[in-house]
């Protein structure tokens, strides 16, 4: 028991940009969790290297592994997929690994977090590497030709390259989603799968954390009132009041806080820090996280919009203010978790720039260990105007060479410098 062929492992796998990481740990660490929402493909990318493989979702596997916990230490690599199901499993596995286990022994996928977070942190004896949905490069659109790993050496790379990538098919990318398993499906049969994701994390996912939802109506209103934020720095009080249903039903503050909580355990959540730089000293800088879904097609699925929705401006259920068409917002997700894939794998950190008062606002910064960083706009448009680069100029002027690179990422069809210094790539363009 424990050697499952052909039950996680992907008939054809592909390659992704956290494969190149994972090699490196498991040459030199003995255990390494695979953390993430469901779905993101933890299961298949760590069964790749799996000999011996333990579904702890399962209840008939959960319920003989409880009863003999050292079958867990079986021929290596071990994989133990959802290991939150048996939080035992990875007390065994620290202490195997402070025994002494092999580099690569085991691998844990779980898509929920430890309620101690000093228990579940990547000091310890089992590192924790995040996996999110399908970068844009992952996806297989066209060959990226410009490197972010690149970018962020500071040497202002000359760029080059051709996209045939435009609004609509990263529209579809939107709404298609990056989850490996939902993308290839038919349309409607998609549709069906991301609204039962939804549906799984309110009526299956908050019960099994021992955290029953009394009125799934409320929270799923909530979740859509969050998507509708996406990448904004919205206060939870705002969108708990678009949360209301229109009768004076609007969820309380002691309702909602755990709905957050429980939702970034899950990874459905995924905030993006603000940026506090430890070697300038910008003045009045907001500490708010910017909103974000695991991937934009929960956002879009939440609030019942499609492509040609999208495309027309619409923006769903639910309304906030914002700037500019809500599809600038999904574009902008869409950006972001691709950054972040490609940020994570040359071991950089993002975050997003803005002032207390909002006069000076960057979408993203990637910042190196030695606290040096690239600074990224996004624009809905295939063209860049002196207008869309004032805030990098400005960026520019306070860090100096401090600055790797500036970067305004597009739907165009064409990488280049501009006169400038500053990069524009198209978003298909970008790699890791």
Same mark, same amino acid.
């Given at each position: +028991?424990?050697?499952?062929e052909g039950?996680v492992?992907?008939?054809r796998?592909?390659?992704?940009?956290v494969?190149e990481e994972?090699d490196?740990l498991?040459a030199g660490?003995?255990?390494?969790a695979?953390?993430g929402?469901?779905?993101v493909?933890?299961s298949?990318?760590?069964?790749?290297?799996?000999?011996t493989?333990?579904l702890?979702?399962?209840?008939?596997?959960?319920q003989?592994?409880?009863?003999?916990p050292a &079958?867990?230490?079986d021929?290596g690599?071990?994989?133990i997929?959802?290991?939150?199901?048996?939080?035992?499993?990875w007390?065994?596995?620290r202490r195997?690994?402070d025994a002494?286990?092999a580099?690569?022994?085991?691998?844990l996928?779980?898509?929920?977090s430890?309620d101690? =977070?000093g228990?579940h !942190?990547?000091?310890g004896?089992?590192l924790s590497?995040r +996996?999110?949905?399908?970068s844009l490069?992952? %996806?297989?659109l066209?060959?990226p030709?410009?490197?972010?790993?690149e970018?962020v050496?500071?040497?202002? =790379?000359a760029? !080059?390259?051709?996209?045939p990538?435009?609004?609509?098919?990263y529209?579809?990318e939107?709404?298609?989603?990056?989850?490996? *398993?939902? %993308?290839? $499906? =038919?349309?409607?049969?998609r549709r069906?799968?991301l609204?039962?994701y939804?549906?799984?994390?309110?009526?299956r996912?908050?019960p099994? $954390?021992?955290h029953p939802v009394?009125? #799934?109506?409320?929270l799923?209103r909530?979740l859509?009132?969050?998507?509708?934020a996406?990448a904004?720095?919205t206060?939870?009080?705002t969108?708990?009041d678009?949360a209301t249903?229109g009768e004076?039903?609007? #969820?309380?503050?002691t309702?909602t806080?755990?709905?957050?909580?429980? $939702?970034e355990r899950l990874y459905?959540?995924?905030? $993006? =820090?603000?940026?506090?730089p430890t070697?300038?000293h910008?003045?009045?800088l907001?500490?708010?996280?910017?909103h974000?879904l695991?991937? #934009?097609?929960l956002?879009?699925?939440?609030? *019942? @919009?499609?492509a040609?929705?999208?495309?027309?401006g619409e923006?769903?259920?639910? %309304?906030?203010?914002?700037?500019?068409?809500? @599809?600038?917002?999904?574009?902008?997700?869409?950006?972001?978790l691709s950054?972040?894939?490609y940020a994570?794998?040359?071991e950089?950190?993002t !975050?997003?720039?803005r002032?207390?008062?909002g006069?000076?606002?960057i979408?993203?910064?990637?910042? %190196? #260990?030695?606290?040096?960083? +690239?600074a990224?706009?996004?624009k809905l448009?295939?063209?860049?105007g002196?207008?869309?680069v004032k805030?990098?100029?400005?960026l520019?002027e306070?860090?100096?060479d401090d @600055?790797?690179?500036?970067?305004?990422?597009?739907?165009?069809p064409e990488a280049y410098? &501009?006169?400038?210094?500053?990069?524009?790539?198209?978003a298909?363009? @970008? *790699?890791?």
């Amino acid at each position: +028991m424990g050697v499952v062929e052909g039950t996680v492992r992907a008939a054809r796998y592909i390659r992704r940009v956290v494969d190149e990481e994972l090699d490196v740990l498991c040459a030199g660490a003995a255990a390494i969790a695979l953390e993430g929402a469901k779905a993101v493909g933890k299961s298949a990318t760590a069964a790749e290297r799996a000999r011996t493989v333990f579904l702890l979702e399962d209840p008939v596997v959960r319920q003989i592994v409880a009863a003999a916990p050292a &079958r867990l230490l079986d021929e290596g690599p071990v994989l133990i997929d959802e290991w939150q199901h048996l939080p035992l499993a990875w007390d065994v596995v620290r202490r195997a690994v402070d025994a002494g286990a092999a580099p690569g022994q085991f691998l844990l996928t779980g898509s929920a977090s430890l309620d101690s =977070p000093g228990t579940h !942190s990547g000091a310890g004896p089992i590192l924790s590497l995040r +996996m999110r949905p399908l970068s844009l490069a992952e %996806r297989g659109l066209v060959q990226p030709t410009v490197s972010l790993a690149e970018l962020v050496t500071g040497t202002r =790379p000359a760029l !080059s390259g051709r996209s045939p990538v435009g609004l609509t098919d990263y529209v579809d990318e939107i709404v298609t989603s990056g989850f490996p *398993g939902i %993308r290839p $499906l =038919p349309e409607q049969v998609r549709r069906a799968q991301l609204a039962g994701y939804v549906n799984r994390v309110i009526d299956r996912d908050f019960p099994e $954390l021992g955290h029953p939802v009394r009125n #799934p109506a409320g929270l799923r209103r909530w979740l859509a009132a969050y998507a509708a934020a996406t990448a904004t720095t919205t206060s939870f009080e705002t969108i708990r009041d678009a949360a209301t249903s229109g009768e004076g039903d609007k #969820p309380a503050k002691t309702t909602t806080i755990p709905y957050r909580d429980i $939702l970034e355990r899950l990874y459905v959540l995924d905030p $993006l =820090p603000a940026w506090l730089p430890t070697r300038s000293h910008i003045r009045e800088l907001a500490a708010a996280p910017k909103h974000h879904l695991a991937d #934009p097609a929960l956002a879009t699925t939440l609030l *019942g @919009l499609g492509a040609e929705a999208l495309l027309h401006g619409e923006e769903g259920s639910v %309304r906030l203010p914002r700037d500019g068409a809500f @599809l600038g917002a999904v574009f902008e997700s869409l950006v972001t978790l691709s950054v972040r894939v490609y940020a994570q794998g040359a071991e950089a950190a993002t !975050s997003h720039f803005r002032t207390h008062r909002g006069d000076r606002e960057i979408d993203l910064i990637v910042e %190196r #260990p030695d606290g040096r960083v +690239m600074a990224i706009e996004t624009k809905l448009a295939a063209t860049v105007g002196d207008a869309d680069v004032k805030h990098l100029h400005w960026l520019h002027e306070r860090l100096g060479d401090d @600055l790797l690179d500036h970067v305004v990422i597009t739907t165009g069809p064409e990488a280049y410098r &501009r006169p400038d210094g500053i990069a524009v790539i198209p978003a298909a363009l @970008l *790699g890791p």
